[in-house]
């Protein structure tokens, strides 16, 4: 028996291990010419087999790199298009630098706190005390996200200040906007609830005006 655990490993499973066979095939072909003319066989067949690549721009220079990455970097052809090496796909990104520094309030997450840094900045005029309010507001938003209960305005302004290491201090005279009450969408959990509420009160209701008959029968 011919297991798969007994074969050669699959370097590019997608394609399956017909093409991987072509594609050892083609490589041991000694002829150069007749190499190229087979590996464009192949390259058609790979294209039909993964069609998804066609909505690519660039669709068949990428199997043209497929090949070289099936060939493991050793099948010798004149491609259409550069040829990569192995050091091209080997290659890692390099690392994205991430802020490490610890967070003064978590519920809000890194990016308010980056906010707030950046209006602390700007200089004290109107602009900056529009960013403050739209902020303040963006911060009860997400304040409520962890508690669904509600959170006080004067909660919102010390946690401002504080974020800002007193840099950014709100005015008495400044108010955030009254939450408004949004009305359940319909398919929303809400509305469903209160059609399951509604249907329990009607059977409720049923079910008295029932017993009410019955017992009048009786009588």
């Keep these: 028996m011919d297991y798969n655990t007994q074969r050669t490993k699959l370097i590019m499973p997608e394609y399956g291990r017909h093409v991987q066979k072509m594609i050892d095939y083609v490589v041991a072909i000694p002829d150069k010419e007749k190499r190229n003319e087979q590996i464009r066989a192949v390259v058609g067949v790979m294209g039909i087999l993964n069609p998804q690549l066609r909505d690519l721009n660039d669709f068949k220079h990428k199997l043209w790199d497929h090949v070289q990455i099936i060939s493991d970097f050793g099948i010798d052809i004149d ?108 398919g929303t959990h809400t509305q469903h609830s209160n059609q399951q509420g509604n249907q329990q009160g009607y059977r409720q209701n049923f079910r008295q005006g029932k017993k009410k008959v019955n017992k009048r029968k009786i009588q």
């Design 79 to 186: 491609s259409p298009y550069p040829t990569p090496t192995m050091e091209t796909f080997s290659t890692r990104p390099h690392p994205v630098p991430l802020d490490k520094s610890p967070l003064k309030a978590a519920h809000y997450g890194r990016n308010i706190q980056n906010m707030i840094d950046m209006i602390a900045e700007k200089p004290d005029d109107e602009v900056r005390k529009s960013m403050v309010m739209v902020l303040a507001h963006y911060m009860r938003q997400q304040y409520l996200i962890w508690n669904k209960d509600t959170v006080t305005e004067e909660t919102i302004f010390k946690d401002i200040k504080t974020l800002s290491g007193g840099r950014i201090t709100i005015p008495e005279d400044y108010h955030l906007s009254p939450l408004q009450h949004i009305p359940a969408q319909p």
